[in-house]
């Protein structure tokens, strides 16, 4: 039976339908959680570098680019207290 993709994020399908576990390239996701290991290590520089290289080539409303933005202000509100 083929399954209804109708309304769904491309990155689900792809997951999904074609059992990819990745959409994104290795090269943007190694970015991606690099980004995310320098909010955990505070390191504000390296943060920034790769949000300005990531938002360039994934635009700056994408999902991630959205949760990393969401993760930042929460670990400097939690360091904050």
Known sequence: MPQRTYGKLSSNILSSVFELSNARSQTVQSMIDSAYLAIKD???????????KL?????????DITGL??????RDRMLAK
Do not use: A
């Open 42 to 52: 505070r390191n504000e520089d390296q943060y920034v570098d790769y949000l300005s």
């Open 55 to 63: 938002t360039k080539i994934l635009g700056s409303d994408d999902l």
């Open 69 to 74: 933005k969401i993760e930042k202000m929460r």
